[in-house]
């Protein structure tokens, strides 16, 4: 089973500042999805960006965006003008694109402190 | 419904006993994955329904959790004989049944504690 990883327990950033969070995966499949989700205290799973991995572009959402490396397998989340309100963990999940083979696996997460 | 529910919110149970959690995905999404997250930790992949093929159990880590899916909509997972290493936050998403890039939704989970 593909597997993803997050080096970053925990991150911290000053606010109006950019950070960076990464994530490497694991799979021999060339065809799939990537995602980023936040999950502030709430424990409410919010989608912050997805990247599909036949696009050479990199997916940009606002102050969000993603520098995907497919063959070094990386997906960093690269949040600018960092908000008290980005305050969260952070997950990256993987998602083959094999049909009936659409489950997600996710990161350990990161937990990402914006100091005011 | 708008969203994913989830009931109950939170649990309390004695060690040794049976729970069930429900879960009610978006009207519509064919998949539906269970996940666990430990305090503080990241997701678990516990079991995963699409449509009418047979559920992915690979995730689940003992012979006391099930799990069901009725009618192709509401989903029940259930922990027989609870023990504390069970206590976690168990969540619920769904997604339309194709393309891999849609978004799963997730429910507000379902908070365990086993005493």
């Known amino acids: 089973a593909q597997t993803v990883t997050q080096s970053q327990p925990e991150m911290s950033v000053q606010e109006a500042e950019t950070v960076t969070l990464s994530c490497t995966y694991d799979t021999s499949e060339s065809d799939y999805y990537l995602f980023w989700y936040k999950q502030p205290p709430s424990r409410q799973m919010i989608l912050v960006i997805r990247q599909e991995a036949y696009k050479q572009q990199n997916a940009t959402e606002n102050r969000f965006s993603v520098n995907f490396q497919k063959a070094a397998k990386s997906f960093s989340l690269k949040i600018s003008d960092s908000q008290l309100g980005d305050a969260a963990m952070y997950f990256c999940?993987?998602?083959?694109?094999?049909?009936?083979?659409?489950?997600?696996?996710f990161g350990a997460g990161t937990r990402l402190t914006v100091k005011p | 419904g708008a969203g994913v529910s989830q009931s109950p919110s939170n649990k309390v149970t004695e060690k040794g006993k049976d729970v069930e959690l429900r879960c009610d995905p978006i009207?519509?999404?064919?998949?539906l994955y269970w996940y666990r997250q430990s305090l503080g930790q990241g997701l678990e992949f516990l079991i995963y329904?699409?449509?009418?093929?047979?559920?992915?159990k690979s995730g689940l880590p003992s012979d006391r959790f099930s799990a069901e899916r009725t009618g192709g909509s509401v989903s029940t997972l259930t922990i027989q004989r609870t023990q504390q290493e069970d206590s976690a936050v168990y969540l619920c998403?769904?997604?339309?049944?194709?393309?891999?890039?849609?978004?799963?939704?997730f429910g507000q989970g379902t908070r365990l504690t086993v005493v």
């Open positions: 329904f699409q449509g009418n093929s047979a559920p992915d």
């Open positions: 009207s519509g999404h064919t998949a």
């Open positions: 999940a993987y998602r083959s694109a094999t049909y009936g083979n659409n489950d997600m696996r």
């Open positions: 998403a769904s997604s339309f049944r194709t393309g891999g890039n849609t978004e799963a939704f």
